[in-house]
């Protein structure tokens, strides 16, 4: 209990009380529900030998769901990254009819079940879809391969790239550019030089919010992907495979990689929180 | 208007705005992706829904495996946001008021489910309560069902949207700082009085918002519920677990039809969260208004 002690010499916390009640409610829940719990996780891992957690791992059907995971993952995030500025743009700087119903509809990623997202996207793109009966002509499929993986996954972390950029861009000071035209600077420069820097750790930080959400993303991606082995089976399904015959110690070594995985995003996203926070000056 | 504005104010306006042509396709562009990407996917769920009439609309919908879908769905809600609601607000208060040894950790420790896959939070749980589980043959024993039963639905509901109202807290509470609680423990409230006087009111549209996007999550949660429920139909199928199943039945408009019960429970998320932000905002704007306070002479 050391490592939560509180800081005595800081003497304003001692006049508010509740400081032992609220934090041991708050590390007993959080053991309760997640750190037990993962802790499982592990100690079932210890039951395999190293090689066969290895095999368990690096099987060829599971280094193929990496691939596609990963791969699918980095280009919607990718993809965010661009439409997710531009929309964060529209909204800061210009005036438009709809504006603030607009901006509420950025989030309907994070209210929409995944599951109902994903039967939406496959009926649009299957090939008697709104959308889907004018690209199959043109000989392209966006459902039922890893296409459909990338589209799903752009749909789920378009919110966290738009709500990460659009407070800096709010925040952002407009006598920089003013200055910078001043100086005699191109639009073009100054977005480059001037507006991009300030918005690029936030830029990043978005990528990377989108890019471990989409990593783990099952509800939205299984509908849509065909779910074809080594082709568009993605690596939580790989999970639920191994479950549903059975082979928990397999299941769980797949996941601790995953975790893992999470684990390093996860610290690399509150470095990048950090690094925008010296940057902006502002508790963000 | 424009008559009036000195040439170099003008210049330097349009120093930070783009000329109207580059403005109007930025706009076009982006609102031409937030269609194909939001709206389309929207107006399809209830489009879907309705191809054969409201009459089989209606008709999906009365069927009893359905009811009972809805009415685990809301039990689940109803058990998981009040849990994390006194969660959120004890980690907020523990976090935000004071300082101690290990806070940086503890408030990543909180975080920390958002960034675990969801099949990953089913996964934990039944290798908890499973029947292989650390506790499955003790549990077993006492004929206790948790996985492929309720409480191991409400449990994964509960890991998935843990952090929810505390990460909304946690930023506020600290934002306000403690100068308020202060003088009112030093003008002789109760630690209880403090809270429900002065830090609730602060915080209250901080607590709203936490709690619909927690309840959203928690309504629509698919992949932890799907590896612990069993899909037991009638008994524990969630909307969305129930959704699944009829679309693999084929069944598309019945599961389109229970698809757009969830769709509009979005809708209503969004509706709400988007009043709560701009009353805060306007109250924000009131405060800033206000008069500065005269010191004493």
Known sequence: MALFSLARSHKAARVLPGFNITLGFTLTYLSLIVLIPLSALVFKTFTLTWPQFWEAVTGPRVMASYKLTFGASLIAALVNVVFGLLVAWVLVRYNFFGKKVVDALVDLPFALPTAVAGISLTALLAGNGWVGQYLEPMGIQLAFNPNGVVIALIFIGLPFVVRTVQPVLEDAEKELEEAATCLGATRWQTFSRVIFPSIAPALLTGFAMAFARAIGEYGSVIFIAGNMPMVSEITPLIIIGKLEQYDYAGATAVAVVMLVISFILLLVINALQAWQRRHTGAPA | ?297
């Open chain 2, 1 to 297: 208007m424009s008559t009036a504005i000195n040439p170099s104010v003008r210049r330097a306006q349009a120093g930070t705005t783009e000329p109207a042509w580059v403005r109007y396709s930025l706009i076009g562009v982006a609102l031409t992706f937030m269609f194909f990407f939001l709206v389309l996917p929207l107006a399809a769920v209830f489009t879907e829904a309705l191809r054969k009439g409201f009459e089989a609309y209606w008709v999906a919908l009365q069927e009893p495996d359905a009811w009972s879908a809805i009415r685990l769905t809301f039990l689940t809600a109803l058990v998981a946001v009040p849990l994390n609601l006194v969660f959120g607000i004890a980690a907020a208060w523990a976090i935000a008021k004071y300082e101690f040894t290990g806070k940086a950790f503890l408030t990543t420790l909180v975080d920390l489910p958002f960034s675990v896959s969801p099949v990953v939070a089913g996964l934990i749980y039944v290798l908890m309560f499973g029947a292989q589980g650390w506790f499955g043959p003790w549990l077993q024993a006492h004929d206790i069902k948790i996985i492929f039963a309720v409480p191991g639905i409400v449990l994964a509901t509960v890991f998935v949207t843990f952090p929810f109202i505390a990460r909304e807290l946690i930023p506020l509470m600290q934002a306000q700082g403690n100068d308020e609680e202060q003088a009112a423990i030093v003008l002789g409230a109760t630690g209880w009085q403090t809270f429900w006087y002065v830090t609730l009111p602060n915080i209250k549209w901080g607590l709203i918002y936490g709690v619909i996007l927690c309840n959203a999550r928690a309504m629509g949660e698919f992949g932890a519920v799907s590896v612990v429920s069993g899909h037991i139909r009638g008994q524990t199928n969630t909307m969305p677990l129930h959704v699944e199943i009829l679309y693999n039945e084929y069944q598309s408009v019945a599961a389109f039809a229970v698809a757009s019960l969830l769709a509009l429970l979005a809708l209503v998320t969004l509706a709400i969260k988007s009043v709560v932000e701009w009353r805060h905002a306007r109250e924000l704007k009131a405060t800033a208004e206000l008069p500065q306070e005269m010191p004493h002479a």
